[in-house]
């Protein structure tokens, strides 16, 4: 059974500090990785997807690497601003399904 | 498109009440995931469809919870009776197998307390 484990649970940073968010799964044969930001009382919305075939996948300011042999994935976001607090989510295909981290809840101090 | 839409977005209701949670897909997908979101087990599946037929339903948690899709563009979680550890975010997600994009697509999201 795929496990989804994300450190830490919870980061606080003042506004302009880069941010690392890890990721990290037991079962190494993925086809894809994703990274998902779910705001207070909202859904989540799919940031960045990663495929087995690639080390890394860009968006903006946000920076996504994949390391399947080692069972990881790493979520970097530059220059942080308060609009990044959220909970950020990994999660992994199994078969149609998705297995979700637990998340690393953000807070951007202005 | 406007996205999954998900209601009620809130439901309170009593211990041993029925609840009907709905969910239309965004159109053309043949995918419809039913989640819950709580503080203890966080994010789990509980049962997913394709081309309106359940496939995987090992997340339902008890005899209590059931779920159908009458068509492509409409499907309903039910909870009868409700108890109060249902007390969840309830989500539904689609996303199409074609085209190339392999993400699921989330809705607002159905908030149920059980008293």
């Known amino acids: 059974k795929q496990e989804v484990t994300q450190i830490p649970a919870a980061l606080s940073v003042p506004e302009g500090e880069n941010l690392v968010l890890n990721c990290s799964f037991t079962?190494?044969?993925?086809?894809?990785l994703q990274w998902f930001r779910q705001d207070p009382g909202k859904g989540l919305t799919s940031l960045l997807l990663?495929?087995?075939?690639?080390r890394e996948q860009t968006s903006g300011r946000l920076n996504a690497s994949l390391d399947k042999s080692s069972g990881r994935s790493t979520l970097y976001i530059a220059a942080s601003q308060p609009g990044d607090s959220a909970t950020y989510l990994c999660?992994?295909?199994?078969?149609?399904?998705?297995?979700f981290g637990a998340g690393t809840t953000v807070t951007v101090r202005a | 498109d406007a996205g999954v839409i998900q209601s009620p977005r809130h439901e309170v209701t009593e211990m041993g009440q029925e609840v009907t949670l709905r969910c239309k897909p965004i159109?053309?997908?043949?995918?419809l995931f039913w989640y819950r979101q709580t503080m203890m087990r966080g994010l789990e599946l509980l049962i997913y469809?394709?081309?309106?037929?359940?496939?995987?339903d090992s997340g339902m948690p008890e005899d209590r919870f059931s779920a159908k899709m009458p068509n492509a563009s409409f499907s309903t979680l039910k909870i009868q009776p409700s108890e109060p550890r249902d007390s969840a975010v309830y989500f539904c997600?689609?996303?199409?197998?074609?085209?190339?994009?392999?993400?699921?697509?989330f809705g607002p999201g159905t908030r149920l307390t059980v008293l």
């Open positions: 997600a689609s996303r199409n197998s074609g085209g190339g994009v392999d993400t699921q697509y």
């Open positions: 079962d190494s044969a993925i086809y894809n």
């Open positions: 990663i495929q087995s075939s690639q």
């Open positions: 999660a992994v295909p199994n078969d149609y399904k998705l297995s």
């Open positions: 159109s053309g997908h043949d995918y």
């Open positions: 469809f394709n081309n309106n037929v359940p496939i995987d």
